[in-house]
């Protein structure tokens, strides 16, 4: 049973490696940005309250998304374990998402880091807008704005986990299999 974290920038292929993972460790995989943009589609009061921000590139209110990763970690397919993709992003989820853990008297095992650098970041999210048709993908000026809110929200976050112990770094370039080889590699380890 494993209950983990994937954080990295946008486009360091953690969403890819998430399904893998959740595929291989038999554990439930919840992006919370497939969950936004699922909502936005359907039009549902969560996906009206969502779009400007996501259309934006911004973070989604904390209390808005807090509540929706609560409300989805209560789901039996969670109890046996989980990761979650794309949440927490800042401090102050991250602390939201220990209170919910230890309401659930559970922890952490493992928060894995996808690293890349900027310049691969840009040119594999610009292919992702053509492949899925993303638009907050096709955007340069969006782009930067969800990079830039990583380094100054998201990193902060991860050095805190890993003050605790509980970070492990991969390098997420290369292909998809050597990625992944990679991550189970450290995973194990
Ligand atoms: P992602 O697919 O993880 O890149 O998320 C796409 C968009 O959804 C982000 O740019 C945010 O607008 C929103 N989003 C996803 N996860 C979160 C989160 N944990 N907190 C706030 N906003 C989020």
Known sequence: MTRMLIVG???????????????????????????FRENIKGETELGKEAKRYVDAGDLVPDSLTNR??????????????????????????????????????VSLDVVLELTADTEELTQRI???????????????????????????????????????????QVNGLGSVEDVNARIMDALNS
Not at 15 to 34: F, H, W, Y
Not at 93 to 99: R, V, Y
Not at 132 to 159: C, H, N, V, W
């Open 9 to 35: 920038p946008q486009g360091s292929g953690k969403g890819t490696q998430a399904k893998l993972i959740s595929e291989k460790l038999g554990i439930v995989a919840i992006s919370t940005g497939d969950i």
């Open 68 to 105: 929706l990763v609560e409300d989805r970690l209560s789901w039996e397919d969670a109890a046996s374990g989980f990761l979650l993709d794309g949440y927490p992003r800042n401090r102050t989820q991250a602390a939201s998402l220990d209170e919910m853990l230890s309401r659930l008297g």
């Open 126 to 168: 610009k292919k992702r807008a053509e492949i899925e048709g993303r638009e907050d993908d096709a955007d340069e000026k969006i782009i930067r704005r969800r990079l830039e809110l990583f380094e100054k929200e998201t990193r902060p976050m991860i050095e805190e986990y890993a003050s605790r112990g509980l970070v492990k």
